[in-house]
């Protein structure tokens, strides 16, 4: 599915951001929004106004390692103008990674086959002055063996109602997680994530079960009793915005766009 970057008007980039620094995504009057600081970046660039469509919208505090963006445009740059170009107009915790021409029926959202995102948790008794911001603090000691054994209990196609936010505006609260892993690297719990979509805070809720899980306030077969009681209130508390980051989104291979490693 080769595009002749002169010929083409439509536009896909990688984006990076660290979510601490932005009210989320989306652009909203009076706020600093990633949407907003690159919408003003890439407009500079094209020396035109442009619009944005993301692959995923994150909240406020949430990171984005592999975020995928679209846009249109008459203007006629090569990738690399567009990541230098942009990139000089960013902040330093927001950046472009990559660019690439792409048909005019690629959307950045609808054309995504499955997010992925982790969910990091630093699990020690004394903070960090490096990962602040980064990862969610939890001083009490985590079984992630537990917390997977809890997790397996989600993988598949479920309801899951009791995941989701009272303001989530999803018409269904049917999703499919291919995938949801539990990893211990030190210091650091990993919830690694993978589903076609997800309800909103979907994630930072099975992160909050599945803590305490970890610490032993919960056992693992009641995520399952959880999840088919699909009642939010029953559920633990939606763990904190700054351990979740989006990983990656993927497309079909035939669009041929980086992918982050």
């Known amino acids: ?21 932005f009210c989320g995504w989306q652009q909203q009057p009076g706020l600093h929004t990633v949407e907003g600081e690159l ?30 963006v679209h846009f249109d445009t008459r203007a006629t740059r090569s990738p690399r103008v567009w990541v230098l170009g942009v990139n000089a107009r960013l902040g330093q915790h927001l950046s472009v990674a990559w660019a690439r021409p ?43 063996a537990r917390m997977q054994q809890g997790a397996a209990h989600l993988v598949g196609e479920h309801d899951f109602s009791a995941f989701r936010a009272a303001e989530c505006q999803s018409r269904s609260p049917v999703r499919r997680l291919d995938s949801l892993v539990v990893s211990r690297d030190g210091d650091l719990v990993h919830i690694d994530v993978a589903a076609n979509a997800f309800l909103h805070h979907m994630v930072r809720n099975i992160a909050g079960l599945l803590i305490e ?29 700054e351990g979740l980051c989006l990983q990656a989104v993927d497309y079909p291979p035939a669009f041929r766009l980086p992918h982050p490693v």
């Open 102 to 144: 792409v048909p005019d029926f690629f959307h950045a959202r609808f054309s995504a086959t499955r997010r992925r995102y982790r969910y990091s948790i630093l699990n020690r008794s004394a903070r960090s002055a490096l990962l602040g911001g980064r990862t969610a603090w939890v001083q009490m000691p985590l079984d992630a």
């Open 39 to 68: 919408t003003e970046a890439v407009a500079g660039v094209a020396d035109h106004a442009v619009a944005l469509a993301c692959g995923g919208r994150t909240d406020a505090g949430v990171h984005a390692r592999g975020q995928v």
């Open 1 to 21: 599915m080769a595009v002749d970057p002169a010929r083409s008007r439509r536009w896909a980039l990688g984006v990076e951001y660290d979510g601490t620094h």
């Open 213 to 241: 899980v970890g610490r032993g306030a919960r056992a693992p077969d009641d995520v399952l009793t959880l999840l088919r009681g699909r009642d939010r209130r029953a559920n633990a508390p939606t763990a904190l915005a």
